[in-house]
């Protein structure tokens, strides 16, 4: 199934370090339709050799924005009614599979690859959705764990 809509739907990665993740998740965004991607903090964006070589031209194709400061961005998308949504082990998480989208924006955020999201971004968000784990690791690539979400979000 193939739509070129674009819906309200939008990716936020927040200290993102790895080129290659960034990469992936421009390449999944452009597969689920993202409306556009968010680079906060100091993830880095294209053009880049290691992020376009994964996005395989989802980064030209998927719109982004640069926010070096996170917390002025999540309440302006707020103001805008946006409904912000962590991908993050937390006390509060619930499982992303008993999520229901609400209807109106959605913006989904990631965080590092190791230490996840800051308190003051957890903070601000309406939802904290996890991905039960049955291993020893308490987490997955958050490449992986975006894509994990987004299908579910998008196709439910």
Same mark, same amino acid.
Do not use: W
């Given at each position: 199934?193939?739509?070129? &809509?674009? *819906?309200?739907? @939008?990716?936020?990665?927040? $200290?993102?370090?790895?080129?290659?993740? !960034?990469?992936?998740?421009?390449?999944?965004?452009?597969? !689920?339709?993202? /409306?556009?991607?968010? *680079?906060? %903090?100091? +993830?880095?964006?294209?053009?880049?050799?290691?992020?376009?070589?994964?996005? *395989?031209?989802? @980064?030209?194709?998927?719109?982004?924005?640069?926010? =070096?400061?996170?917390?002025?961005?999540? +309440?302006?998308?707020?103001?805008? %009614?946006?409904?912000?949504?962590?991908?993050?082990?937390?006390? +509060?998480?619930?499982?992303?599979?008993?999520? &229901?989208?609400? $209807?109106?924006?959605?913006?989904?955020?990631?965080?590092? @690859?190791?230490? %996840?999201? =800051?308190?003051?971004?957890?903070?601000?968000?309406?939802?904290?959705?996890?991905?039960?784990?049955?291993?020893?690791?308490? /987490?997955?690539?958050?490449?992986?764990?975006? %894509?994990?979400?987004?299908? &579910?979000?998008?196709?439910?």
């Amino acid at each position: 199934m193939r739509r070129n &809509r674009r *819906l309200p739907f @939008e990716l936020i990665l927040v $200290n993102v370090r790895s080129r290659f993740n !960034v990469g992936a998740m421009f390449r999944t965004a452009d597969a !689920v339709g993202i /409306s556009k991607i968010h *680079l906060c %903090g100091y +993830t880095p964006a294209p053009p880049h050799p290691k992020i376009d070589k994964v996005a *395989l031209g989802s @980064e030209k194709t998927v719109p982004f924005e640069r926010h =070096p400061k996170i917390l002025p961005f999540l +309440t302006q998308l707020k103001k805008q %009614g946006y409904a912000l949504a962590a991908v993050e082990l937390s006390t +509060t998480s619930r499982p992303y599979y008993r999520y &229901r989208r609400p $209807n109106k924006p959605l913006a989904l955020i990631v965080g590092h @690859e190791i230490k %996840g999201l =800051p308190r003051a971004v957890l903070n601000r968000c309406d939802v904290c959705l996890e991905i039960p784990m049955r291993g020893k690791k308490e /987490s997955l690539n958050v490449g992986i764990a975006f %894509g994990i979400v987004a299908y &579910r979000l998008m196709f439910p």
